[in-house]
């Protein structure tokens, strides 16, 4: 379970969770079907991941189904943008699945808040068509390829129309993707 505290002034539930519950008190979820929408194992070969923030979540979770079977026929390219790399959730498990599977599994980190005097290296700014185009799967890959959207509202809209909507726009409709190769979480 990965759940990020934004502190009791900016999430009252995040905060419950992570600084009231004490190992081994229970909480129950709600399963709401809108919610879940695709299952591993997926069809496609190459699978593209386009993450803000805590939209991190489903990904690790398809990344678990894809990385722990024993064929590993899906290649995952990430581009993972945060604001600044103290935000980068789950680095150190990314970092851990990259190096145990160079062949199938790519993560590429985009900050767009780190400060200039930082020590990163990596990308800075938003993800963009560069970016896509560098690390995604074309879309001329067609049926064999698909892009998985998850993160805050305004990424969605930039990126592939808003969430709720099941037409693409955005960016990836303009770099000629298909609707039925973007999946938004």
């Known amino acids: 379970l990965l759940i990020k505290d934004y502190g009791p002034e900016h999430g009252y539930m995040t905060n419950y969770l992570c600084e009231t519950l004490k190992v081994g008190d229970t909480v129950d979820f709600k399963h709401i079907e809108f919610n879940v929408k695709i299952q591993a194992p997926f ?39 945060s604001k600044e790399s103290s935000d980068i959730l789950g680095k150190d498990l990314l970092d851990q699945w990259c190096e145990s599977n160079s062949d199938n599994l790519s993560v590429t980190h985009v900050l767009s808040h780190e400060p200039e005097d930082s020590k990163w290296s990596g990308d800075r700014g938003f993800i963009n068509e560069a970016l896509i185009k560098a690390n995604m799967p074309p879309p001329s890959a067609g049926k064999d390829a698909i892009i998985f959207v998850c993160g805050p509202p305004p990424m969605y809209n930039a990126l592939c129309g808003p969430r709720q909507d099941k037409e693409l726009g955005g960016l990836l409709k303009e770099m000629g993707y298909e609707a039925s190769q973007v999946y938004k979480f």
């Open 43 to 81: 069809d496609q070969t190459q699978i593209g991941m386009l993450v803000g923030g805590t939209g991190i979540t489903p990904m690790l979770q398809a990344l678990h189904a894809i990385l722990g079977g024993e064929e590993k026929t899906n290649k995952v390219s990430m581009l993972y943008g």
